[in-house]
């Protein structure tokens, strides 16, 4: 489904979207998993959804994506969420990566040794598009998109600071039963029209990964020009 409308207005319309699907599958899981980035329009999103009637005690929060810093750092995607749903959520449902050491590697089998006792399994993807199509830390034409891990991977080299990062695979977010994807801001006007060019695939357009779940929202504040 294709919504577009101002900022303000796709802000609250996604965050009654997760608060929907949250409900909906809560009634047929035990658990329902939410992959979430950072970001300005996400921490909005948080603020609205903290407000709401949400099953938060069957919801497991992992990040989509993840600086490789510690939890507490400025750019630590987790800090950003924890800092606002750390008063509706208990703390063993709301997933950090953990970098405790200098070895990331086994960092990133922790996090995907939690993320396996959840069910391995994303049920609903938050993702918010980059200016160059890309989602989560998968970068257009680069071996992040390529990655062929079935949960999260290392990325390396990253074209946008910092370059060292962990990501939920195209793999994983692919196995989600549904995503809402934002285009919010005019700087986003050229990864949109990317995602709707039908001869572009995901790895020139990693958002494009979202049109292959069963229900899937794209929401835009793009409004001057047809799509």
């Known amino acids: ?20 699907t949250i409900h909906e599958l809560s009634l047929k899981q035990e658990r329902v998993v939410l992959a ?6 996400v921490a909005e ?11 938060w005690d069957k919801l497991d929060i992992f990040m989509l994506d993840e600086r490789l810093v510690p939890i507490d750092h400025s750019e630590s995607n987790f800090r950003q969420a924890s800092e606002i749903l ?11 990566f ?33 200016e160059d ?10 071996p992040s998109v390529l990655d062929q891990g079935e949960l999260f ?20 977010i692919a196995r989600a039963q549904v995503g809402v994807l934002l285009f919010l ?3 986003k006007r050229d990864a949109l029209k990317s995602y709707f060019d039908q001869y572009k695939d995901y790895q020139d357009c990693p958002a494009k990964i979202i049109s292959t779940l069963p229900t899937h929202y794209v929401l835009t504040d793009q409004e001057t020009e047809e799509i």
């Open 45 to 55: 999103i948080f603020l609205q959804l903290r407000e709401l009637d949400v099953p």
């Open 1 to 20: 489904m294709f919504l577009r409308g101002t900022r303000h207005e796709m802000i609250v319309r996604a965050t009654r979207l997760l608060r929907d």
């Open 86 to 96: 750390d008063a509706v959520i208990e703390k063993e449902r709301l997933h950090p």
């Open 153 to 172: 991977v290392a990325v390396h080299n990253s074209p946008k600071p910092p370059s060292e990062r962990i990501s939920a695979s195209a793999r994983c």
């Open 133 to 142: 199509g890309h989602i989560a830390s998968l970068f257009p034409s680069h």
């Open 185 to 187: 801001g005019e700087e």
């Open 98 to 130: 953990v970098l405790e050491s200098d070895n990331p590697v086994t960092a990133l089998e922790e996090y995907n040794r939690r993320f396996k006792d959840c069910g391995g399994t994303i049920d609903i993807v938050l993702a918010s598009s980059g």
């Open 36 to 41: 979430v980035p950072g970001g300005r329009n």
